[in-house]
Each structure stands twice: as C-alpha cells, then as structure tokens.
C-alpha cells in the first residue's frame, strides 16, 4: 500500500520536473520497513523508529524531511495518515563549506595522480583522469558528466541531457578539452567494452559518484592538498567553483563586461537564478587586485 503511494508521489513531482532518485530510494526504503511492520498509513512513531536506524544524525534528519513531506502529500488525500511534526530534528541547516579555489598545477597533479590509480592497463585510470579534467574545464556538475553517453559529445560542443531540475543544455567547449575527449574515447574503444556511456570502468559502466568524490579526496590528501579526516581541503565540487572564479578573472575589467558575464556563467552551469553563480565566486589575488584598481579609478574621478 505505502509503496504504491511511493510510486503516486514520484511520478507526480517527476511530471513537474523533479529526478526525485534520491527521494525515492529513501522513500522505498521507508515503505519497506513499515510494510514490513503490517502498517497500512505513514504512523509517526513508526517513521521516527526507521529514522533511528540511520547511520549519522544528519542522515536521519534528511530521512525525517524526506518522509515527512511525503506524509503531507498523503495526509492531503486520507487523515489516517499521520503527518511527524515539523523540525522533530532541529532547524539548523549543515553550514556550506567553504569553497576551495585549486591552482593550476594542483589540478594537473590530481589529474596525473588519477593514472596511477589501479587497476593498471585498464579504462579506470584514464576515466578518473579525464573526467576530472573535464569538470575543471567546464564546471559541469558530477552527476551531469557521469550521465553523458558517448553522442552528447557533438560538434557545437557537449549536450547536457540530465540537469539540475531535469533542465538540459549545451555546453560549448574548448578545442582542447575536445581533443582531450576524442582521445579518451579511443582508449574507450580500446579497453572499455561497446556501451553507450561517456565514462566506464571496468564494469563497463560509469562509476558511482560518491566512488569518483572519495577517489578525488584520496588523490588530494595523498599529495599532501588535504590534511587527515575531519580537516578542510580541495573536494570534488570544488572544481566546478574553480571554474567559475577562473573564468571571471579572465573577464573584461568593467562592469557591464562582468554583468553580462555572470549572466552566460550562471547559463553555462545550468543555473535556474544568477543569484545561485555568485556562490560559485571566491574572493582570489587576482580577482582582489582587479577590484582594488576599479576602486583606485573610481576614487580618483575614473569610471570603474
């Protein structure tokens, strides 16, 4: 009964617009676990019970939301079933970490790192590789690169099918990083078997994504970019924060020039509001020394 309503409630906001996977997979998971207990109606202590099994506190809280806004969709329909009261795990939000901005030769370091990686002589260590030069050439979000099949990559450049929110678009690139592609795809032919996805490993499939940030963070601390568990460094999203702050510091130093470039960044990254890009943008030297010389020009009678 409360898997079927699983499947009502995915369909209809998918219909919206919505991937929902992750939902989804919590949701089956919570219907598993009260069928499993005979319950025919979402119950509050039946959720916070599945709740508890969680692995981290954190974790239960995303499982608590996740459910509880399920229950309100249900509840709308059939007052047996109960809706958890709100914010039963506090209101806090996990504070966003701060963005790292990586250097060049960081980037290539992480990239030359990713070959050595085993299993040797096989797709795995040039996947790892280009695929982590191509977010620090496009900015593309991981999940966005994991789902490209090999005829996304076209002649106008990369079509992005599965976006944030569903959204799809095309990302022109770079003559290199297409020559880059073009020749991981012939390794691909090589040692990757015939199936229709951009970036395999030896299971002929793409790697999982959660596989491919702890891959990164293991290449990063082994350089010595990361400390011990529990301390800041580089993560995998941090390339596509990189690339914004890069490519604002190759911009044109006048303000009409950075405005219309926020607006084609904030499009290129496949963001639904401009204002979401300028988290993307860190404080860095050179963005700091642009900015003070717009300042010294309009201080003393210039245009800025």
Known sequence: MLSSHVARYVALHRRLGLRLDEQKRMLELYASWAEAHGDQFALTNRIYDWCATASSPNRAKTWFETVRRFCVF???????????????????KRPRPAPYILEPDQIRSIMRAALDLPPKGMISPHTYHHLFGLLAATGLRISEALALQRDNLTDDGLVVRYGKFGKSRLVPIHATTRQALTDYVAIRDRLGGDGDDLFVVTTGRPPHKTTVYCTFVRLARRLGFRGPPGTPG?????????????????????????AHHMAALSTYLGHADVANTYWYLQATPVLMHNIAEANERLFQGGAA
């Open 234 to 258: 580089p993560r995998l999203h941090d390339l596509r924060h990189t690339f914004a702050a890069r490519s604002l510091e190759a911009c044109a130093h006048d303000r009409h020039a950075v």
């Open 74 to 92: 249900l509840n709308a329909e059939d007052p047996s079933h109960e809706t958890p009261p709100a914010n039963a795990f506090g209101r806090g």
